[in-house]
């Protein structure tokens, strides 16, 4: 891994063993962007791959040069001065002017990576892990300073990008677009994919052809959303699941963003992620600084497997952290759709003691504990225990889950208010809101506003007293609504657009202080179901809640749209009861466990109302997950068939050493009189022979290229073949290498 500075001609050349990215400096003074992708040669020129053109109706700085600014490709460009492509900055000057233009003034080069100050990022443990770039920029007029940030990881095929604003300058500037990546690419012969959604349906991989035009999606909800993810992907056409030329772009922030692709009529593709520039501004003095949320390129010519697996890698390692960073899972039982809001203590022990005959080891409280919140209607706020449901306090009935030889976990939603609550009615102007506008309510709830530092403060002191005063040992955080009306009443009417940024820091604040006073705790971050899955979170948490909807056909195409942009480990999935409360779908419990093993595993459910025979398969099925948890959540995972394009789907996962494997496999619907099929599997070694129980033992390159038999026996009666197995049949098979 080097990165190397051409001084003659300016050029930067980032190079590991797999990726290379160039860029040099522009006769202007700009950053243009060269190539990225497979690793190439170094050389002291790369020119050749710029393009000096005349073209009529082009602008020029410099008509000697023949550097037109549309034409060439361009690191961190602003719109106004030859270049007619959306740019990545715009400030507003005091003179009404959006115009700057950053120059090229120096740079450094350096070991490891630095934090961000208040923002998730990426992080290495030692220097020999990343190198970074520094390149810093100025316009020479305002005095503004952009500090592009460029961490190279050894090894992956893996850059983080983000940038940081400095006036130093005489006058404030408002920065109306900071985006945190630009990245030109030479051609635009990409399918883009987005994961979008809505509730109980999040993630679903949509692909386009890119084009002429701009492709996008974004989030205003204040939260990065179900219904898009700061997350998309741009492939060759010619690519698929196992090879071919793959960039995954990952915004590494939980509030509103954009991402987009635009194709000029060259054929130029310029991608640009970052916060979303609609209601946002920020306001620079002089002497000031802004820093932008971290973007991740991964870039893979292993498929769409393979860039998952960088991003996974580095995310499951640096970017989660705290203890839990590196071990399984626990186990746990949650009593939402058990009980919903009518909690008894009993009720829940009841739950708890059935949950730990099973093998369960944490036992978590959902909605409905504390205040008075007895319905949806109230209570949001008032973050001590219900009297009436715990007389004598949570420390009890944690100290009695404990007694049990469980752990006891506990939900919070400390983002928001009911207006039926002690803490709005003490303070009804903390929620975010407009003067003399009305306030929205969803879910009978407000948002406090988290971009004023003595609410955060307050929340803190109150769950800093409730984690302190019981053995608490998990937390569900979760957060129920999208933000509306975002303005903050203390702040001056041209530091508005700073609040939806704001907000979130705040949130992050938040996370940051009561992971450090409690690191032994395990925090769940949760928005709806999966409504705020994404990397900034799981700085902060390390596993979010997937989604609210439980059934195992839905949860199998949610889980695997995740699968691209984020790790198992960090999907909490549950086997919950049938029907199923949201699809109403009556699904096995081995395939509702078949599904569920394929992230964190869990319970959604009262295990009492359970027959015998189903019990003892949960005592069964959670047992298995104990003894495959650590080869699941930390081994490689392929996706191999996908639940979005036909009526079987499957995925797995391999052990490092590739000594041992877990497919999931999983069918719809039945067929009558179905074709004969086979699962080809990925990632094994071609020379072992694996042993797979009740099927025989198979070689690498069998199970690889003429797959595993996935049919089911179809019997004769009365002459007819009839399938056996029924609908949402699955199956999962341990490989084991034969010693
Ligand atoms: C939404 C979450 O996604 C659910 O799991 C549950 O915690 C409810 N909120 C509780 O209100």
Redesign the pocket.
Known sequence: MSIVFHEKTKTFHLQNERISYVMTVLPGGQLGQLYFGKRIHDREDFGYLLEPCFRTHSCYENEENLISLEHVKLEYPVYGSGDFRRGAVQILHENGSRLSKFVYDSHEIFPGKPALEGLPATYTESDSEAETLAVNLTDPVSGIRVRLLYTLFADKGAIARSVRFSNEGEQSVQIERAMSLCLDLPDADYEWIQFSGAWGRERYPVKKKLSIGTTSVESLRGTSSHHQNPFVILKRPSADEDQGEVIGFSLVYSGNFLASAQVDTYQVTRILMGINPEWFSWKLEPGQSFQTPEAVMFWSEEGLNGMSQTCHDLYRKRLARGVWRDRVRPILI?N?EATYFDLSEEKLLNIARKAKECGVEYFVM??GWFGDRRS?RAGLGDWYPAKEIFPDGLGSLAQKVEDLGMKFGL?I?PEMVNPDSNLYRAHPDWILHIPDRARSLSRHQCVLDYSRPEVVDCIYGMLKELLSGAKISYI?W?M?RSLTECYNSSLPADRQGEVFHRHILGVYSLYERLIRDFPHILFES?A??GARFDAGLLYYAPQA?TS?NTDAMERLKIQYGTSYGYPLVSMGSHVSAVPNHQMKRVISITTRANVAYFGTFGYELDLNTLSQDEIDQVCAYTQFMKDHRELIQFGTFYRLASPFEGNESGWMVVSKDRREAIVGYYRMLAEVNSPFTRLRLRGLDEETEYEIEGEGSFYGDELMHSGLVTSDAATGKFGFCVTEEGDFFSKVWLLRAVE
């Open positions: 949650n939402w959902d909605d949806d939900w939603e569900k979760d129920n949760c709806a179901g809640w609210d």
